[in-house]
């Protein structure tokens, strides 16, 4: 039996390298087709695969097995955290297929943005980045959002009630506590977000003094330089 988990974990891990692979690619170059179809193949059937894994774990924890196989191959009580009930019905499958399918079309919406400014088309990022004037800087914006706020929007609020819905499915009462406990973090979202604050109101005065003072001006006229013109100046 440990031969066959091996050959297992072999192909649960080979999936998952290639979907790693097909992501990455797709990360590159969110217009090439090719990949993003292969990102949502491995998306839609990871959370397959998952379920297949959960109802083999659950079985073997209610075999004969279960204690030897946690002593000499898994360890530390492995199979015992599957002795319950199973997560993954077909409502749970269905949904983690969902937000997969979601993340990936809003990436190929928002990641490589194109507009058109003064009759020409020009990369939203790149030209933001080009050392423009801030009326060139809003209007560029402005651009973008009026072509891309509305599909990115409305991909966006049905990833929201998504993940609401699987974190509703599995007993939490948010997707950020679902997505901090997931994690494994040792801190929760509130308390993240009290840090957060923390650091907003040691930084905003000093943010507002520079405003003030022209500081950003500064900064941006200097950025653009060379090392010699800023040597120079």
Not at 35 to 41: A, K, P, T, V
Not at 165 to 184: N, P, T, V, W
């Amino acid at each position: 039996i440990t031969g066959t988990l091996d050959e297992i974990y072999s192909q649960y891990w080979s999936f998952y390298t290639m979907y790693t692979l097909a992501d990455i690619k797709f990360s590159v170059d969110t217009t090439d087709e090719y990949y993003m179809g292969e990102c949502l193949f491995f998306s839609e059937n990871a959370p397959v695969l998952d379920q297949k894994m959960d109802e083999m774990f659950s079985a073997l924890s209610r075999s004969p097995m279960a204690a030897r196989l946690d002593r000499d191959y898994f360890g530390s009580s492995y199979l015992s955290a599957y002795s319950g009930e199973t997560q993954y019905d077909g409502e749970y499958v269905s949904l983690l297929q969902r937000e997969s399918e979601l993340v990936y079309e809003y990436e190929a919406v928002i990641s490589d943005p194109v507009i058109e400014l003064d009759g020409e088309t020009v990369y939203y990022l790149d030209y933001i980045d080009s050392g423009i004037t801030n009326s060139e800087y809003t209007a560029a914006t402005q651009a973008y959002y009026e072509k891309y706020a509305h599909d990115a929007g409305e991909i966006y609020i049905e990833l929201v009630k998504t993940r609401q819905a699987i974190a509703e499915r599995l007993g939490y009462s948010s997707y950020s506590d679902y997505a901090y406990a997931s994690y494994g973090r040792d801190y929760s979202a509130r308390e993240a977000s009290e840090d957060i604050d923390t650091v907003a109101d040691a930084l905003i005065p000093v943010y507002s003094q520079l405003l003030e003072e022209g500081g950003f001006a500064l900064y941006y006229q200097f950025g653009s330089l060379s090392e010699e013109e800023n040597a120079a100046a």
